[in-house]
């Protein structure tokens, strides 16, 4: 199997040109012989753990061979595996799913029973992950020359941590790799060359951590050649940190001090390391945030800032006229397709549209497999919860090699770490190929439909949470007759907004402090990481707009005018279609928003963490 490229330890040993030859002859091999490389990995990830319980229980019987494991081994959603995942949580250290230790939990932004998963991971992922991270900047500079003459901007984040009752910790993807001496102690390479000291990066109060990220970039600033974050939420708030503290982050550039506010001591040490007094430079910053305007504030104050480094496909493309507008239209650019179950690839075109970015999946990282998705109603969103596949649904999976231009299909992995033919949930199209392997458009993940950040929220739980609000009308006699929910990005940062109807038959007005109850069981009632969010702040108070009865009748009116049947006709229970939208606004009586945050605590519920 083709090896990744060794990295080398001293700056003084570094070719940039020699290394981004290498990585990319790396990608170009492992496309070529895709298939071979896949049944490799699949060999050496079957007979590693060929006495693992999980596979003996199913009958492997040590088989490494694709058409034995396909023929025995189910396809499985997250529920199949919880009691095994449970018992290792719980401290059980037999090889139940891998014969390598499980180091750690990484806790999805996928939810289970309003809890996160837990996907288990050994120590060695970690260099898999850093293996596709290192593909990012060789493929960039193909398009970008000169990447590595300055830095990158990027506002990284941790999140805090859990302990399972059996000791493992359980924490999200990016904080462990963050947290691992693959970030920290990372050897020189002028494309891991950040403006943000890892102090800045690993500091868990949020505010420290952003004011320190963001002044270190406003410092840096001419040497800043690229900006970005994970997710175009995250940077977009990045930016409206800019807009409420610029003058904090002004007086400490012109004094050179940094504010009593940041008291995390090695985040201090780090950024009096490059703070220095400059007048001039405050002044520049000063003059621009007053202006009154933001339109271009990305390319005003970090002029030699080439492309915005961050994910805009699936539900974050709602933020692509926001970034747009802060960045003059500066190239939107989506590297890599990830997620704690594994790390799957990178855009190979970065500089495309976003709306035509395809990744292609490195065929070392996993065993992957493909389960056709076929429409009904054109919908895949529809009210379904993931169910078991009957024996011809099973046989329908195909290899990476194997699938078509056009066709839409379920992502499905067997790990290094111990998933077998585990389905993602993400549904993606084939747009293409690089040599032998596919390029996936992103499409959705199965079953969501609102999210703004990290939060997945799906109609199963939304319906849910409805249910367990309306109870507050009852006192008032009144009923809800429909509902439907947009997600409102126009305010930073963005939130859910519930539309509802209702059908008053009591005399007694219904005051707002009930809709505002309404809000907030609503909101006591989505999964953990919706309400992780809203207390991280990344997601804003949840609003109840009440509309003029028949609304949705006009909703209904209009779905057929553009062609719904009206047969089939279902309320849908998201929107996202502007004349829609416009349509529902048009109609509101009032409005009512979440008067406080729902209660989180990290960790799973059951599990009575401390911290
Ligand atoms: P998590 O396991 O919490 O890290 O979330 C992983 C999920 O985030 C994936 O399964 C996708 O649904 C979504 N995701 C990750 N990368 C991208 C991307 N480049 N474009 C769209 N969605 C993505």
Redesign the pocket.
């Known amino acids: 199997m083709p090896e990744a490229p060794k990295e080398p330890q001293k700056a003084t040993e570094y070719d940039v040109e020699e290394k981004n030859k290498k990585t990319l002859e790396f990608v170009e091999d492992v496309t070529a012989n895709a298939d071979q490389v896949q049944k490799g990995v699949l060999a050496e990830i079957l007979s590693r753990n060929a006495h693992v319980e999980y596979l003996k229980r199913n009958g492997l019987n040590g088989h490494t061979d694709r058409e034995t494991f396909k023929k025995i081994i189910p396809v499985i959603t997250y529920e199949d595996i919880q009691p095994d995942i449970t018992r290792i949580a719980n401290g059980d250290k037999s090889p139940i799913l891998c014969s390598q230790p499980i180091s750690e939990f990484?806790t999805?932004?996928?939810t289970s029973g309003g809890e996160r998963k837990l996907?288990p991971t050994i120590e060695e992922e970690l260099e898999r992950r850093s293996l596709l991270y290192s593909l990012l900047m060789p493929v960039m500079s193909q398009f970008v020359p000169g990447l590595d003459k300055g830095k990158g901007m990027y506002f990284l984040f941790i999140k805090s941590e859990a302990k399972t009752p059996g000791g493992l910790v359980a924490r999200?993807?990016l904080t462990s790799y963050y947290k691992s001496s693959h970030f920290k102690n990372r050897p020189y390479d002028p494309y891991t060359n950040y403006t943000s000291p890892n102090e800045t990066i690993l500091c868990l109060d949020s505010y420290q951590s952003m004011y320190s990220q963001m002044l270190c970039g406003l410092c840096q600033n001419k040497e800043v050649l690229r900006v970005g974050a994970v997710f175009a939420s995250g940077f977009i708030r990045a930016i409206q940190f800019l807009e409420k503290h610029w003058a904090l982050l002004c007086k400490d550039i012109r004094t050179g001090t940094l504010n009593p506010q940041i008291t995390d001591p090695s985040v201090r040490e780090a950024v009096m390391k490059i703070l220095k007094p400059d007048p001039k430079l405050a002044d520049f910053i000063e003059a621009e945030c007053c202006r009154g305007y933001w339109q271009g504030i990305i390319t005003r104050l970090w002029p030699n800032t080439k492309y915005v480094d961050v994910?805009v496909?699936?539900t974050?493309s709602q933020y692509i006229p926001t970034l747009d507008y802060y960045s003059n239209g500066l190239p939107l650019v989506?590297t890599?397709?990830?997620?704690?179950?594994c790390y799957f690839g990178v855009n190979l075109n970065p500089l495309c549209k976003p709306s035509d970015v395809s990744?292609t999946l490195i065929p070392t990282m996993a065993y992957f497999e493909f389960l056709p998705v076929h429409r009904n109603n054109g919908g895949i969103n529809s009210i379904s919860m993931p169910k078991s596949l009957n024996e011809k649904e099973q046989q329908e999976l195909v290899d990476l090699v194997d699938v078509k231009v056009g066709q839409e299909y379920e992502l499905v992995v067997t790990t290094y770490a111990g998933l077998y033919r585990y389905r993602?949930?993400?549904v993606l199209r084939v747009a293409g190929f690089k040599n032998n392997a596919p390029k996936f458009n992103?499409i959705c993940?199965k079953n969501v439909v609102l999210s703004i950040d990290?939060d997945k929220t799906d109609e199963v739980e939304l319906q849910n949470a409805v249910k367990n609000a309306v109870t507050h009308l009852m006192p008032f006699d009144a009923h809800l007759t429909e509902y439907t929910s947009y997600a409102d990005t126009t305010t930073i940062p963005g939130h859910y907004v519930l539309y509802w109807e209702l059908s008053i038959n009591g005399s007694t007005p219904i005051p707002p402090s009930v809709f505002e109850d309404c809000c907030l069981t609503i909101e006591e009632s989505l999964n953990t990481v919706y309400r992780q969010n809203r207390v991280c702040e990344s997601v804003g108070s949840l609003e109840i707009k009440i509309v003029e009865a028949g609304t949705f009748d006009k909703l209904m009116d209009f779905a057929i005018s553009l062609g719904a049947s009206i047969n089939q006709y279902k309320t849908p229970r998201c929107v996202k279609f502007a004349p829609i939208v416009e349509l529902l606004n048009s109609r509101v009586i009032s409005s009512n928003c979440s008067p406080k945050c729902p209660k989180w605590t990290p960790g799973h519920k059951q599990w009575n963490n401390k911290n």
């Open positions: 990484l999805s932004s996928g996907m999200p993807v994910i496909t699936g974050m989506c890599m397709y990830a997620s704690s179950e990744y993602v949930g993400d992103f993940r990290t």
